[in-house]
């Protein structure tokens, strides 16, 4: 099996309460390039970098379009958001009124969509009211392999994250 991968790093605009305590930006993309500079000397490259004026189109159509082409040529694809919190996961995936994710929905189709948060050791249901709380469990059976009920959970992420790729292709080729 053959597993590539990119990684895109995401500068957010200040926060206005970060503006009104006169936080400093410490991070800047180089110009023409997809590296980051943090301070003054130290440089990083990644396969993408967007500064804090970029749109969510752009993120989408760098990170998430090019899955959806090998996904239809039968491949999985998996889409990670990672950082610390407050970095923009979550506006990254859903933000603006309509985010990266839910953007392309046109027409709706019989859909079955996982959403989870996976924070230190606890899971969360991010489709559950937040009225409603279930704690969901990670167990570990006897072979040593750890899952939410019977299902592997390193498979039922990687599934959820299909599913909502799969969505969004379906959505935009329709
Ligand atoms: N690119 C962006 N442009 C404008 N505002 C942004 C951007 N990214 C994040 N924000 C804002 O920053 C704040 C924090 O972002 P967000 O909630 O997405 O962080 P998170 O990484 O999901 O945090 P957590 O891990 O705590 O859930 C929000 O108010 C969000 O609207």
Redesign the pocket.
């Known amino acids: 099996m053959r597993i590539t991968s990119e990684v895109a790093v ?1 500068i ?2 200040l ?1 206005a309460k970060e503006v009104l305590h006169r936080h400093q930006v410490c991070v800047r993309v180089v110009p023409g390039s997809s590296q980051v500079m943090l301070g003054s000397d130290r440089l990083f490259s990644f396969e993408h970098a967007f500064g ?1 004026e ?1 749109s969510q189109d752009q993120v989408y159509e760098a990170c998430v379009r090019p899955l959806l082409d090998t996904l239809l040529e039968g491949y999985n694809a998996t889409v990670f958001c990672y ?10 995936l859903e ?1 603006g009124s309509l985010g990266t994710i839910y953007r392309k929905i046109t027409k709706v189709f019989i859909v079955h969509i996982s959403y989870l948060e996976l924070y230190k050791e606890e899971l969360r249901d991010l489709l559950e009211l937040p009225t409603v709380h279930k704690p969901l469990h990670i167990r570990e059976d006897n072979k040593g392999n750890t899952g939410k009920h019977n299902v592997s959970f390193q498979l039922m992420v990687q599934q959820c994250v299909i599913r909502v790729v799969t969505l969004l292709s379906l959505m935009i080729k329709v």
């Open positions: 995401r957010r605009p926060l804090p970029s950082g610390q919190t407050g970095s923009g996961k979550t506006y990254t933000g």
